[in-house]
């Protein structure tokens, strides 16, 4: 019944390779984001997308592409990972212009 | 948006009252006042929200100044479990509906 999952929990890589990052929701909301906390735990919005349509776009590498096949579905893709990419990816959604978003468990990304 | 201030990190006996404090004194008209959870690093957690009269649900109550330029997260009788990071966040209601964190507050509830 997990309102909104990630997979995997848990990504050791290595520097330059490409990876991904599923998250679906089964809440009937319309916006997904995705967020990243780095070591120090700052949480920021990276993207954002609303019925399969991108909204938000924070500066963010554009060695991360955002995919939204659904608009139960926003997977990230990252390309050339690099060390500073290590941090933890959490995904949420929300009905549009509604109050409070929904987070998932969060995927530790760790880049070797 | 606006931008909060909170204490790095506070105690709280268990059993007892933890009050949370936000400034946000360059807060406008239509922003709401949100709190968020972190617990040991899992996903964050609403809590509650409000935009100028004191609300209150099953796990706090808030607080707002008459001029908005503040507030209190109330939860009244802490618990082992309410030990996390607490997150003030000042959020308009038109626009990409984007929440911006700052470092919160480390709430600790001792036994």
């Known amino acids: 019944d997990t309102a909104v999952s990630q997979t995997p929990k848990y990504l050791v890589t290595q520097m330059g390779n490409d990876k991904s990052i599923k998250c679906e929701q089964n809440?009937?909301?319309?916006?997904m984001y995705w967020y990243k906390q780095d070591s120090k735990k700052f949480l920021k919005i990276m993207f954002s997308?609303?019925?399969?349509?991108?909204?938000i776009n924070e500066t963010v590498p554009n060695r991360f592409s955002p995919k939204s096949p659904d608009k139960a579905h926003l997977n990230l893709h990252i390309n050339s990972l690099e060390l500073g990419d290590s941090a933890v990816y959490f995904c949420?959604?929300?009905?549009?212009?509604?109050?409070?978003?929904?987070f998932g468990p969060g995927t530790r990304l760790t880049v070797t | 948006d606006a931008k909060t201030t909170q204490p790095p990190s506070m105690d709280c006996a268990e059993g007892r009252a933890a009050n949370l404090p936000c400034n946000h004194s360059?807060?406008?008209?239509?922003?709401?006042v949100y709190w968020y959870r972190q617990i040991h690093s899992q996903g964050p957690q609403y809590i509650i929200h409000?935009?100028?009269n004191n609300e209150t649900n099953e796990m706090a109550s808030l607080i707002i100044t008459e001029d908005r330029k503040s507030s209190t997260l109330i939860l009244p009788h802490a618990t082992l479990r309410d030990t996390a990071v607490y997150y003030c966040?000042?959020?308009?209601?038109?626009?990409?509906?984007?929440?911006?964190f700052g470092t919160g507050t480390r709430l600790k509830v001792l036994a």
């Open positions: 949420a959604s929300s009905p549009l212009g509604a109050y409070e978003q929904y």
């Open positions: 809440l009937g909301h319309d916006t």
């Open positions: 997308y609303n019925n399969k349509e991108l909204i």
């Open positions: 360059t807060i406008s008209g239509n922003e709401y």
């Open positions: 409000g935009l100028k």
């Open positions: 966040i000042v959020r308009g209601t038109s626009g990409t509906y984007k929440y911006i």
